[in-house]
């Protein structure tokens, strides 16, 4: 049975919940759909060691299939940097949210608003609150939580699963992107 | 003589009465419109509904408006608003507990004295500044709280339901409640320090012992805990006048402890308000006495599991216990030293002095330091009860891997939990989550006990104002940019990494030779850790209000002094009329005084409203990641250039100055976020080049450091060529030549049309 309850226990559910990410294709048909695509990675994406690399390896891997752009937020764009990464922008959690809940805002390039944000690696109760101020003030966006605690305020996330499940679902995502 | 607000204003005072005299709550509402215009507020709810009447609960998500009309927005501004004046009333309530017993015991004539002996002739800036008084006395004073509590009593009216509807109004509001807040504390602290002759702004102000390993567990020990120290003072004179002080120990959490050993430094801090659970637990204290604020609401039931009676000395925090207050001293102490009850109410802060005193000589020889936390082998057996079932890890405000570490512990490896108790807050929610009741903090403490027994630090003790003549000495530098800025540490100790974060913090700065200030449990945190001499930092550095300077104000309402040092800049070094003329003086410390407060383990709607307090003087704050909690945040957006606008005061120009600063209340994710950003909101349009640059190599030092690559915002925040760091001089070039840089001109800058051409100095 997966588990949809806000992985912090005393986080109060809300009436518009996220949908469960049951399989990873989920996410990619999402991207796939999404003409404006973004990821927003905070400091955790370098924190946790999975069986193939890091968090951030894997958004990486999905940018780069992609083309999406990528926010490193927190002090972590030395860490895309060191990765050969070089196209990602730096971008506090609080500002790269509120931007996403303008509508005139011109994006990273110039070329306007975005229609899908993926968030990985944010403080559980810090990308709750960002997550919840892009569902009530982003209508045009549509948010992935792909962290592996449940966020009910995105309009996707993964319910809360095991690390091996995460990085199993991670390399599915980045592989398949490859793929298509 | 004049009239004003039904009180006779004295004219002795040369200055001129100001145009803000005891503002109302809309009276300066054009100005913090000045400011959420450029700062506008992001929210960023808990939940998708409202609660508060019962008409509700009313589904706000996506545009949708409650049964009373109130949409999300509005919604979140109203819980800011309320959480500020929770904490105006706070403090406010603390003044006037404060100066009433103070009246009581000293007279109401007793002279105001904050640091005279040194030349400080300002002695009440904020109130200054605010109510356009300058008060003498204690009873002088009083003038002062009944405006404040008229002023909150409007502020939360408005947050009733049909009342207040627009999110802007709310915040303009919650200014308000904020500059409410900072005068209370400062009435607050100049009464203390003037009726307790608690240090007056002395930068040598002695050291005290700091931490859990300090207390000579020998002795019968008093516990102190909470923010008005009136008993604590009581219980230091008891046993001064009959000659005990030297054979027991009185001890303190939270700012009680500050103010303290600000009254007698031989007493000593155990630690933030986090030190609670564990130091009750260890079962050191003999005697717990609480005051007001920031008191477990548990600590009744902590205490009793070690057998230590409790004194509840506030009105505020009775604890369910019986008023004791009128019975005869004797009949007290034999009924909580015979444990027949768990404790009782004393609203007397002299009974509170002698009883408490009295008590923990009787109850030490009986309770033998009976503890509550299991021995090494009850931990174990505790360990392997947990059914890894990740309950306490998800109640935990830090997520920390507490199962892992239990199952280590299981097969008898302790080191894992001992290493939780670095980063733990003590809030015991893991244990309350337990379903096989566990003793998950009890055991933390106990695999951290060798670490306990070494908490023995130096903590200069708070000094209290900043003086004139040191204002005077640091104000050109502070304006002109070649002191990079001052920085706050101040507030809870909610931390996502624990205290040493703002230690590390607070060392950067002062290496860079910026002017650090401290207060409450961050003062704590900074001093509990020690360098590779052993010393801590108030040891390494000096405790003088200049470059490189660490100064621990002292205890929350301390922070008074804090806003009162910017606040006498504008004032003492710029000459810029103080009485009543609060746009004027926020407008020049927003635009030339480059200070920034940290709140990295902000946690009570007290910090919210110091914070507040900030705000409408300008100055921006940074919270950590559980200051997200606070559910707003008041951004600036660097890519609209429109919003970096002001007035030249010197032409009437309008000049783009760049985002500087670029936020007023932002959330740092890790602390090295943390650092680049105030390094950068220390950035001010009024710097010169030489400040500019001086700041610039600051900030794009800490970048490079802490990020590994090169600010992308270079061309908004130099102006001239001259602003450019020598050091850096090519690489910087080339990036500015990318972007398309041209230079631009340095205004006088300010954001009050009436300034132009128009200043008015003393």
Redesign the interface.
Known sequence: MINTEP??????????RAFPITEPEVVVAAIKRSERPIFVV??EAVMVDLAGGKPIDYIIQMAESTGAQTVA???I???F??RGFSKA??M????V???L?DPE??GLDGQGQYDLALLLG?????G???L??L???A?HLKTVSLDRFHQPHATWSFPNITIEDWQQQLETIAVELKEK | MEIAIGKIIEEEWAEPMGPTPYPSITTLREWDLKLLKKYKPLYMPYCDVCCLCTMGKCDLTRGKRGACGLDMSAQQSRIVLLACCIGASTHTGHARHLVEHLINKYGPDLPLDVGKSVGIEVEAPITRLVCGVRPRTLADLEDVLDYLETQITHLVASTHTGQEGSELDFESKAFHAGMIDHVGMEVADIAQISAFDLPKADPDAPLAEIGLGAVDVSKPVILVIGHNVPPAVEIIDYLDKNGLYDKVEVTGICCTAHDLTRYNPKAKIIGPISWQLRYIRSGIPDVIVVDEQCIRADVLVEAQRIETPVIASSEKNCLGLVNRTLDPVDEVVADLAARKAGGAVILDPAKVGEVASRVAFEVAPKRTKFKAIPDFAETIREAKKCTQCNECRRACPNNLPIPEAFGEAAAGRTSKLADLYEVCIGCGRCESACHNHIRIHSSIIRAAERKIKEEKYKVRVGRGAIQDVEIRNVGAPIVLGEIPGVIALVGCANYPNGGREVAEIADEFAKRRYIVVSSGCSAMSIAMHKNSEGKSLYEVYPGTFEAGGLVNVGSCVSNAHIAGAAIKIADIFAKRRLRANYEEIADYIHNRVGAVGLAWGAITQKAASIASGFWRLGVPVIVGPHGSKYRRMLLGRRDREEDWYVYDARTGGQVYTGPTPEHLFYVAETKEEAMVMMAKLCLRPNDTTKGRMIKLSNYIDMHRKFYGVMPDDLEQLVRREADIPITMKDEITKILEEKGWQERATPDPTLLPRMIGARKVK
């Open positions: 992985w912090q226990t005393a986080e109060i559910s809300c009436l518009t905070g400091h937020t927190a002090h764009i030395g860490e940097v060191k922008y730096w506090s959690i609080v500002d949210t509120n931007r809940k805002w011109k944010i403080q559980y109760y810090l709750w609150v960002a919840s101020g569902k009530h003030f209508p």
